[in-house]
C-alpha cells in the first residue's frame, strides 16, 4: 500500500478515543475516472474536487464516527 492510500485520523486526541485512533486504508473514490475527474491525468477538476472530499468524509464517517456524508 502507498502512503496515499491511507487516511490519518485526526490529531487533537482529546476529540477522538483512543479506541477510534489509528488510519484508515482508503483507494481512489470508487466512480474516479481520469478523464473526467482530472484536468491533465493528476490534478482535480471542478467533478474530481467534489469526489475526493466525499471519500474522505465517507472514511472519517466509516472508520471513526465523526462528521456525516458529505454534501458539497
Known amino acids: 500500500m502507498r502512503r496515499a492510500d491511507v487516511v490519518h485520523a485526526p490529531r487533537t486526541r482529546g476529540t477522538v478515543p483512543p479506541d477510534r485512533r489509528g488510519a484508515a486504508a482508503r483507494r481512489r473514490p470508487a466512480a474516479w475516472d481520469l478523464d473526467r475527474d482530472t ?6 477538476n471542478t467533478s474530481g474536487e467534489h469526489r475526493l ?20
Open 53 to 72: 472530499p466525499s471519500a474522505f468524509a465517507d472514511v472519517m464517517n466509516q472508520a471513526w464516527g465523526l462528521g456525516g456524508p458529505y454534501t458539497g
Open 39 to 44: 484536468y491533465d491525468g493528476t490534478h482535480p
